[in-house]
């Protein structure tokens, strides 16, 4: 390689202060081919198509940078093809054509490379130059089995059954009945649900104060059913342009009839089927109006195995069509634990912590009111108390009885707001007993 002239240092300067110049690296990039350097010059140009993948001019220096070396000739443009006469050549060399041209010598190399003298061929040179300039168009992978379209897999996740089951559900009797009636028996007894003619489909609608455990018995729901699970929330519904959030409802529910048996579970329904005559935005009135669609499904059998399960801590603000007969007809009312439901909630959160002289009784009546977070968040504040007694003291000891008093007196029951706004609903907008239940529970309570 020749060395680099005052002109060419000077371009490499500069292509090194302006790296994103396509114009000046080319520039140089021919600077060097001119002086014979092609092997920078290609170096040069393959970083140029990086930043200009389709740069004409690009493309031409580097078809010259790779081409093979001319056959030596004159310096000067060729000159009128001479009359035979003055053609001198050997005796023994090889006669020329009618044109005058002297053949090209048979060396093992044809004249040209499988493309025409004034054309190049693309293919050789991206083959030559494939492990400096990156490929312009990704491939799309393939599947693991080798065929198919990555897109064409489903785009919610879908749970297997789990292994949660309604007994693992402490107390919360009625709960346990309605979802028997509503659910289990009829696919628990196959022949009399066709003598029935009890549907595979359905719709229950859970409410109540938050952190009572509506998640936790759609999942157990799942599990007795032996059915997949989808939990959808407003997340993964709503989408910032047009048409996105109704195509997204069909997709999960297409999805959930690929899995049949499953349990589609609308987690905050309010957020997803509010009453549209207070919604303002089209875009949410359509998704409204494509879960009426879905529920009620394209034709008698289309929703066949597919259970729709929906929470919510404000019913009354859910569209009144959500809860018509054939789609969310039922509705079921889960309130804070009752003490069967206390003791084992508190079971599970002290089993795997370190306590002594516990009266799980005692603990269970002086916690009547709580829900199941707020249970949580005494045993979490018990374990808080100790933990930072053992670290000012320097002896670790044990979660006692005091340790969980002191935690649940300072607790204040987080369904309290909840049920001063429900007793307004129960006195003045029960229409139609749709709220009876949670009247029973109020005047039982002494709260209404």
């Known amino acids: 390689m020749s060395e680099d002239t005052p002109l060419i240092q000077s371009m490499r300067a500069a292509v090194q202060a302006t790296p994103g110049d396509v114009a000046l690296r080319l520039h140089l990039a021919e600077l060097l081919l001119d002086a014979g350097q092609a092997a920078g010059a290609v170096a040069e140009v393959a970083v140029a198509l990086q930043h200009a993948p389709d740069h004409a001019q690009a493309r031409e220096l580097m078809a010259r940078a790779i081409a093979p070396p001319p056959a030596p000739s004159p310096a000067q443009p060729p000159a009128p093809s001479p009359a035979p006469s003055q053609v001198a050549a050997p005796d023994t060399g090889p006669a020329t054509d009618a044109a005058g041209a002297r053949p090209t010598p048979d060396t093992g190399q044809a004249a040209n490379t499988g493309a025409p003298r004034g054309g190049f061929d693309w293919q050789a040179a991206e083959n030559e130059v494939g492990d400096v300039v990156p490929p312009r168009f990704v491939e799309a992978p393939l599947t693991v089995d080798g065929s198919g379209d990555p897109g064409d897999a489903d785009a919610w996740e879908v749970a297997a059954p789990g292994t949660v089951r309604l007994a693992d559900v402490g107390g919360m009797r009625d709960v346990k009945e309605r979802l028997e009636a509503a659910f289990l028996a009829p696919l628990r007894n196959p022949e009399l649900r066709k003598l029935y003619g009890k549907s595979l489909r359905g719709g229950l609608l859970l409410y109540g104060p938050p952190g009572c455990g509506k998640t936790f018995i759609a999942r157990a729901v799942a599990g007795e ?17 047009i048409g996105n959030s109704e195509r997204n409802m069909h997709e999960i529910f297409q999805t959930a009839r690929r899995q049949a048996p499953c349990v589609v579970f609308l987690d905050e329904l309010d957020a997803l089927g509010g009453k549209r005559s207070r919604t303002q935005h089209s875009g949410m009135r359509n998704t409204v109006n494509q879960l009426l669609t879905e529920l009620d499904g394209v034709d008698a059998t289309a929703n066949e195995g597919v259970f729709v399960l929906a929470a919510t801590n404000v019913p009354w603000d859910v569209d009144i069509a959500l809860r018509r007969p054939g789609r969310l007809d039922r509705t079921l009312l889960v309130l804070p634990p009752d003490a069967p439901a206390r003791e084992a909630i508190l079971r599970y959160h002290l089993k795997d912590r ?47 009885m005091a340790d969980l008093l002191r935690a649940a007196k300072t607790v204040v029951p987080s369904t309290e707001p909840w049920f001063a706004t429900a007793r307004n609903v129960a006195m003045y907008a029960n229409e139609g007993g749709t709220y009876d239940d949670l009247v029973a529970y109020l005047k039982r309570k002494r709260k209404l």
Do not use: Q, Y
Request: net charge negative.
């Open 354 to 400: 370190p306590i002594e002289s516990v009266d799980l009784g005692k603990l269970v009546k002086i916690t009547d009111g709580l829900s199941g977070a707020d249970l949580a968040h005494v045993c979490e504040a018990a374990a808080e108390h100790a933990l930072l007694d053992s670290a000012r003291t320097g002896t670790v000891r044990l979660i006692n």
């Open 225 to 241: 059913l032996g059915a997949n699970f989808l939990s959808v929330s407003v997340n993964d519904v709503l989408d910032m342009w």
